[in-house]
């Protein structure tokens, strides 16, 4: 039988169990894996970049309400 495989979670840090069992993997816990869903809804996270020309022509979510 091969040793388990400990990863740290993104979260919090804590070792967190890599396998099948752990149902919250890569995170420790469902509440470290809520806290990061969380961050990613509010857009605490983003990824950098340029906003490109396409983007900036495109409407936005506002476009259909200002339209009806």
Do not use: H
Not at 6 to 21: H, N, T
Not at 35 to 43: M, R
Not at 47 to 57: A, S
Request: proline share 10%.
């Amino acid at each position: 039988m091969s040793k388990p495989r400990y990863v740290r979670c993104p979260q919090c840090g804590k070792d967190a169990l890599w396998s099948p069992e752990n149902a919250w993997r890569p995170f420790c816990s469902e509440r470290c894996k809520q806290i990061d869903l969380g961050a990613w809804a509010s857009e605490s996270y983003c990824i950098p970049g340029q906003v490109t020309d396409e983007e900036l022509g495109a409407p936005g979510p506002d476009f259909l309400e200002q339209n009806r």
